[in-house]
């Protein structure tokens, strides 16, 4: 996982795009995509997400991924295992605004994927989306560094189990389990 300079220019990157969000003049294309109960869902990992990771910041982070995920299918192409998710599975990660929220307290955001292959706005198959959970807005992005830094999930990277022998995850740290 090469992250020297670019990190940094990612988290900036990232910190321009929440100021933006939060005042309300978004970037990219503005819908209503994400399921409204996705806290029924499965989460993807029992480890809790309060260390720092580029991209995401130091809050909280809780990883919730749809039903349709159970159909995700996996080839082995050339000793390289591929993983594919099925159309329309959401993957929803809710990021808190400090490491350790109150009980009752909302996240401030949620970054979002939603598989959609068709999407005019799609990366590597999935479209990626940001919700400011105070004022409702869902925005799908068109830049690309979330898109980017996530193809680091198709190597070995620091996160989860580490994909040490460089499966292709399908952009996703944390795999439906
Ligand atoms: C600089 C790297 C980086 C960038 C940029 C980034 N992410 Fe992530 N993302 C991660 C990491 C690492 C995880 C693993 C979970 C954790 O610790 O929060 C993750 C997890 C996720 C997940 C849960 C699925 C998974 O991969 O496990 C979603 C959904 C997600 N990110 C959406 C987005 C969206 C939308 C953007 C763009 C606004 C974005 N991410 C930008 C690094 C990044």
Same mark, same amino acid.
């Given at each position: 996982m090469k992250m020297g300079t670019p990190e940094v220019r990612t988290i900036l990157a990232i910190f321009v795009l929440v100021i933006l969000l939060v005042a309300g003049c978004s970037q990219g294309e503005q819908v209503q #995509?994400?399921?409204? =109960?996705? /806290?029924n869902w499965n989460q993807?990992?029992?480890?809790? #997400?309060d260390f720092t990771i580029p991209g995401h910041g130091s809050g909280l982070r809780k990883i919730y991924i749809s039903? @349709? @995920?159970?159909?995700v299918t996996t080839q082995e192409v050339n000793g390289r295992l591929f993983y594919d998710y099925p159309q329309g599975t959401q993957i929803v990660k809710e990021v808190y605004a400090s490491a350790q929220p109150g009980a009752d307290e909302e996240p401030a955001m949620l970054t979002v994927m939603i598989k959609? /292959? =068709?999407?005019?706005?799609?990366r590597g198959g999935w479209i990626w989306l940001v919700k400011n959970y105070q004022s409702e807005v869902e925005t799908i992005l068109d830049e690309e560094f979330c898109f980017t830094c996530h193809?680091? @999930?198709?190597?070995?990277?620091?996160?989860? =189990?580490?994909n040490t022998s460089g499966q292709f995850r399908d952009f996703v740290f944390y795999p439906y389990r």
């Amino acid at each position: 996982m090469k992250m020297g300079t670019p990190e940094v220019r990612t988290i900036l990157a990232i910190f321009v795009l929440v100021i933006l969000l939060v005042a309300g003049c978004s970037q990219g294309e503005q819908v209503q #995509l994400i399921s409204p =109960d996705y /806290r029924n869902w499965n989460q993807t990992t029992d480890t809790v #997400l309060d260390f720092t990771i580029p991209g995401h910041g130091s809050g909280l982070r809780k990883i919730y991924i749809s039903s @349709a @995920a159970s159909g995700v299918t996996t080839q082995e192409v050339n000793g390289r295992l591929f993983y594919d998710y099925p159309q329309g599975t959401q993957i929803v990660k809710e990021v808190y605004a400090s490491a350790q929220p109150g009980a009752d307290e909302e996240p401030a955001m949620l970054t979002v994927m939603i598989k959609d /292959r =068709d999407h005019p706005m799609q990366r590597g198959g999935w479209i990626w989306l940001v919700k400011n959970y105070q004022s409702e807005v869902e925005t799908i992005l068109d830049e690309e560094f979330c898109f980017t830094c996530h193809n680091n @999930a198709n190597e070995p990277n620091p996160y989860n =189990d580490g994909n040490t022998s460089g499966q292709f995850r399908d952009f996703v740290f944390y795999p439906y389990r």
